[in-house]
């Protein structure tokens, strides 16, 4: 879709205003609105200006006009604004050099894309994350000098079993990590994961499927099919746009925080991903699992980088409460088929070449995709580049295996802080072709850094004073 279309798009559907919006550095969309009058075919080549001082991770106020520059090809009609309104995803330019600015985690994606298709390895990496949330009745939280507390509540969570509730309590409520597939009355969700599948399908997402997920308390996943890696993160943002204001219309609450709830499976992000040439998948053969000697190495590059590559895929401090053994969050560095203990799975489905994948099984969906897809494909092309092997597989249940069996294993990052001394001792691999810059990297561990871990770090918990008080 050109600028045109996407024009004649809005006037088909009676729009009156235009949408911008473009991700920020942390992951979460941004936007600003404009009458149709005002969104005109140059707006498409000379971009709209707003304050890049303003957005997290950005500008300084010295030097803060930035411009953004609506991508023609992302055009849809948002299904929840009252008023039509024709919505168009941004890249971000400097309007001093009219360059692509280095921190917009879209352009790092469209590097990524780039240095595929210039190493000459393949043409298509193709993504497929699975996002799981939860969905609450209620969620409320405050922190300040003297206090500190959350509390979040589900009509289907097993902590319920006894409240007496209006109208009756009517049981039925999935127990800890028995959240799995069960049909309604356990399942409460059905009805909103449908009402969410129909609006992602009227935007132009494909989904594959939908259901509950282990945990208690409301926890969800909605799959969609798999698409090259800019598309997908493109949809990933607009899925979780979706899930959220689904939930929100019917006096409801989503959050993708991996770990929300104490004792029980957090939430991860699945990341399948394979990489093709002309149209031919690389990564099926006669190796381990039905991998080519491509895919081994690939695979190789994932497991060498993934204590760096957290930086991107586990990105808050709330994901290493879910990157422990036992809660199907693998944290064990190694290759398996089948095997869901392993982080890097090969999904056997399926004996298609097409079909043949490696599942990245850390990620959680916390992470902003343009960032995290990047960086994990430049890792495997790393490995694709040295012919880096992924070592012998491992087929056992990891989390039962000893301590001296483990003893040789690499495991991810324990904390967010761990993670970025690893980005930080470990990115050359990220800065070829120019995909990630120095200023990029340097600029996440300083954000990180300075606005989540420092100011985790200072703050008392609420359990220390369970533990502690009396001492």
């Known amino acids: 879709m050109n600028a045109k279309q996407a024009l004649e798009l809005a006037k088909k559907n009676n729009a009156v205003m235009v949408d911008l919006r473009f991700t920020d550095w942390p992951g979460t969309w941004q936007h600003c609105s404009f009458p149709l009058a005002e969104i005109t075919e140059d707006v498409f080549e000379d971009g709209l200006g707003f304050d890049g001082s303003s957005i997290r991770g950005w500008q300084a106020i010295n030097e803060s006009d930035m411009l953004m520059v609506p991508d023609p090809a992302t055009a849809f009609m948002d299904p929840f604004f009252e008023h039509p309104t024709l919505v168009l995803t941004c890249n971000i330019v400097d309007p001093i050099t009219k ?28 993504v497929g994350p699975e996002a799981e949330f939860f ?57 909103l994961r449908t009402e969410m599948v129909l609006v992602m399908q ?24 798999f698409d090259s890696l800019l598309t997908m993160a493109d949809a990933l943002v607009k899925y979780k746009y979706v899930v959220k204001n689904v939930a929100r219309q019917n006096g409801l609450t989503a959050t993708f925080m991996p770990k929300p709830v104490f004792d029980d499976n957090g939430s991860g992000m699945h990341v399948h991903q394979s990489i093709w040439k002309d149209g031919e998948p690389l990564f099926a053969g006669d190796g381990y699992a039905g991998l080519s000697e491509l895919g081994l190495w690939y695979i190789g590059g994932i497991l060498k980088h993934s204590r760096a590559l957290a930086a991107f895929t586990n990105p808050t401090t709330n994901s290493y409460k879910r990157l422990i053994p036992g809660f199907e969050a693998p944290v064990n560095l ?28 850390y990620p959680d969906p916390t992470a902003n995709p343009y960032l995290a897809f990047s960086a994990m494909l430049m890792a495997g092309l790393d490995g694709i580049e040295n012919k880096i092997d992924p070592g012998e ?35 050359d691999f990220l800065l070829k072709g120019d995909v990630f810059t120095d200023d990029a990297i340097s600029q996440w561990l300083e954000y990180k850094r300075e606005n989540e871990v420092d100011p985790l770090r200072v703050r008392p918990h609420p359990h220390e004073f369970e533990m502690y008080f009396d001492i």
């Open 99 to 126: 360059q692509p600015y280095s921190r917009d985690p879209r352009f790092i994606a469209r590097k990524a894309e780039q240095y595929l298709a210039q190493s000459g390895i393949g043409d298509t990496a193709y």
């Open 202 to 225: 009227q935007i132009g997402l494909t989904v594959e499927a939908a259901h509950h997920e282990v945990a208690t308390a409301g926890q969800c996943e909605i799959d969609m099919k």
């Open 393 to 427: 597989p491992l087929d056992k249940n990891l989390y039962s295996l000893s301590p001296e069996q483990l003893a040789g294993i690499p495991t991810m990052p324990g904390s967010l802080a761990e993670a970025l001394d690893e980005l930080e001792a470990d990115h």
């Open 334 to 361: 190694a290759l398996s088929a089948r095997n869901r203990s392993a982080s890097c799975r090969i999904p056997m489905y399926s004996a298609s070449p097409k079909a043949k994948r490696v599942e990245v099984r």
């Open 135 to 191: 969905v609450f009745n209620d969620a409320r939280f405050s922190t300040g000098s003297n206090h500190g507390f959350y509390e979040i509540d589900s009509v289907e969570a097993v902590w319920n079993s006894g409240r007496d509730e209006e109208g009756g309590n009517l049981a039925y409520k999935p127990r800890h990590k028995e959240g799995y597939f069960p049909v309604p009355p356990s399942d409460s969700l059905q009805n």
